[in-house]
């Protein structure tokens, strides 16, 4: 499909091998250049050539290798790759890293990886398009399968994506293109997926193949032992012609932009059933039994409600709710003898069927709907807000302005950080941002008020604020957040910390952790706070979003280190080398920012705020007096200037200590006063 724009496989090895040999990584590549050219190599050498390129260079390198040639500017869609989204397929699974699929759909086409776990169901659950990358993404380096060492760890360790490729060939009618039978790729693939089904792919699948000089042996062993038949031309000495291919297939379907008639309802799909499971243990049911029903799945669970132990028969079905599936539902309560019974299903309800479910007392609910209701949160929001307005914050609140950083520099022209923060909570890819800035510059503050703005507009996330000067000691992350949401927040968790998990799974947390080099502090180690920042960065998820405050000091940029961070299973990230560095350059799903001082702007800004009568006076008198004006510049030490700085007549007794004692004295004065009770 990518040819001749990109290299086929034995080409691709080769040129990683000449660039790594022209940037002296590898001198002595004879035995790797020997298993891709080599007379006497079979299939599985591409694969092993492939690992031991990739063991010798390292991420970095490799990553900057692939980098320059996929993600090369020049590349465009092909006539192949435009007359895809003509034809109506339900999804287009890919082996390519490279954007050219994605570039020929509309901009809003979804596009996961095998590592989108939590997306892919619905690919196959609601029937949504995607393209999905089964060998990972040039733009995610984690997600990049390229050796044998790869394929079984990356692509079906995972339950949940073995769900989703099993479901998918057992289900569908799939179309391999631009594949041949020494494709180490494909071989490898369908090796492990047959052994995943059993030994049987099940459907009828086809491939379109350069089919002339083809081993008629080897031919029908393929085909039998994959049940995939094989498209070509045997007069053909080239490569198929893919785009005349397609535009045949488009002539002799009728309906080609049109979905395809549904002959039977969709079948509820293992990945639906493990789906459901968690979503039940989430909201604190313990499941007793799992079986299938007419048109769906029943499980039959219970859970406590104070002292009484309540059973609930849920029945699940993929399709709109008829008046039918409630009837099915209300007989089955009787059989099983539950006090409640509850229809989840994978589509919004219309109105009448929840006028006909309450007449049988009985709960429906889409699955959107139904994990709204995993935690009550209205309580805990209104005393967030509450709380803000009481703070007064915004009264004195300037927006503060940051830089981006790149390889672990800070980079650019300032940018406002409210409308970075608000784009990078709208970017679904973009899910963990550590915020860090020096003393008193206003992270704290900012924190509080994105929590504030983010409870106010109503729509999409929970902000939870744990302030991490609570917590001094090494922790699991699972005791941090139970202990916030249960003791701190008054949030009833029915799941426990499932509970959590899932609704940060789900998209429906804002998670700030404000305050890290406070804890690192408090705790006296910085091992068990680095320990500590990784029991949080297990939070980041496709769908998370998390953002960590933290003095700029705090964050060590290794120099010599190599492969200080590991992308483990399930999205986790751990310290795999080096004892004192927290390093994020080149992560993916790691951003980080650095909060700037105050410019001369924001400074006077800040004035008519805290001093509305005299700002001007006062701001003069600071531009007069070098010291003072070079500590302006941050929002916690202007604020002391704006509230002392008057009350000092002799301007060279003016520096920080004379400022800092001033600024005690009255603060003890205040407090003092207000301490002694009224006559």
Not at 32 to 58: F, Y
Not at 396 to 407: D, G, S, T
Not at 492 to 517: P, V
């Amino acid at each position: 499909m990518s040819r001749p724009q990109l290299p086929g496989w034995v080409k691709l090895l080769e040129r990683m091998l000449d660039w790594a040999a022209k940037e002296s990584i590898i001198r002595d590549d004879a035995d790797v250049r020997e298993l891709i050219t080599g007379t006497d190599k079979v299939d599985n050498d591409l694969l092993l050539a492939a690992q031991e390129l990739r063991r010798r260079l390292g991420e970095r390198n490799f990553g900057q290798f692939l980098r320059g040639l996929f993600r090369d500017k020049t590349l465009q869609p092909s006539e192949a790759h435009r007359l895809l989204p003509q034809l109506n397929f339900a999804a287009v699974l890919t082996t390519n890293y490279d954007k050219l699929i994605e570039s020929a759909y509309p901009a809003a086409t979804p596009a996961y990886t095998q590592l989108s776990l939590p997306e892919l169901p619905a690919v196959s659950r609601d029937r949504d398009f995607a393209v999905v990358k089964v060998h990972g993404d040039i733009d995610w380096l984690d997600s990049i399968v390229l050796g044998q060492a790869d394929y079984r760890k990356a692509m079906f360790a995972s339950a949940a994506f073995r769900v989703f490729l099993i479901n998918t060939f057992t289900t569908r009618t799939v179309l391999f293109l631009g594949c041949s039978l020494t494709d180490p790729d494909l071989l490898a693939f369908l090796d492990e997926l047959v052994f995943q089904c059993n030994g049987q792919l099940g459907g009828a699948h086809f491939a379109l193949m350069r089919t002339k000089g083809m081993n008629a042996l080897k031919r029908r062993n393929f085909e039998d032992r994959f049940g995939i038949r094989i498209l070509g031309d045997d007069a053909e000495g080239g490569f198929p012609d893919i785009p005349a291919f397609l535009r045949q297939l488009q002539s002799e379907s009728p309906t080609a932009s049109a979905p395809p008639p549904t002959a039977a309802p969709a079948p509820v799909t293992e990945s639906d059933a493990q789906d459901i499971a968690s979503l039940l243990e989430a909201m604190g049911q313990r499941i007793l039994d799992k079986r299938p029903a007419q048109g769906g799945l029943h499980f039959l669970s219970e859970y406590k409600a104070g002292a009484q132990v309540r059973r609930v028969l849920t029945c699940y079905s993929p399709q709109s709710v008829r008046p039918v599936e409630l009837e099915r539902l209300h007989q089955a309560i009787r059989t099983y003898n539950v006090d409640e019974g509850i229809l989840l299903t994978a589509s919004p309800v219309p109105t009448d069927i929840q006028k006909s479910a309450r007449a049988l007392d009985l709960q429906v609910w889409d699955r959107d709907a139904f994990v709204g209701r995993l935690a009550d949160f209205t309580l805990y929001l209104d005393k967030l807000k509450k709380e803000y307005k009481e703070a007064g914050i915004e009264q004195y609140y300037v927006p503060l302005r940051a830089r981006l950083e790149v390889k672990g520099e800070a980079h650019g022209q300032p940018v406002a950080l409210d409308d970075f923060v608000d784009r990078w909570l709208e970017s679904p890819e973009r899910n963990h941002l550590s915020l860090l800035g020096d003393f008193g510059t206003g992270k704290t503050w900012f924190s509080q008020r994105l929590a504030y703005r983010v409870a106010t507009a109503g729509k999409g996330r929970i902000p939870i604020r744990i302030a991490l000067r609570d917590y001094s000691r090494a922790y699991d992350i699972e005791q941090v957040l139970t202990d916030a949401f249960s003791n701190r927040f008054d949030v009833k968790l029915g799941g426990g910390f499932r509970t959590i998990r899932r609704l940060n799974d789900e998209g429906k947390l804002l998670l700030l952790f404000d305050g890290f080099d406070e804890m690192e502090r408090r705790a006296g180690d910085y091992r068990t706070a680095l320990d500590n920042f990784w029991e949080i960065a297990k939070l980041v998820a496709p769908r998370a979003k998390v953002l960590l405050t933290c003095r700029t000091a705090f964050f060590r940029h290794r120099t010599e280190e190599e492969d200080v961070l590991k992308q483990g299973e399930r999205h986790e990230v751990r310290l795999v080398k080096g004892e004192d560095v927290i390093d994020l350059s080149d992560r993916r799903d790691f951003e980080v920012v650095h909060l700037t001082e105050f410019d001369d702007g924001q400074i006077r800004e800040a004035l008519r705020k805290l001093a509305p009568a005299d700002w001007e006076a006062l701001d003069a008198r600071i531009r007069a007096l070098p010291q003072i004006e070079d500590l302006a510049h941050r929002p916690v030490l202007l604020e002391m200037i704006a509230k002392t700085l008057p009350a000092i007549a002799r301007d060279e007794d003016l520096n920080l200590a004379t400022l800092y004692q001033h600024y005690t004295d009255n603060l003890l004065q205040l407090r003092s006063a207000e301490s002694i009770p009224p006559n």
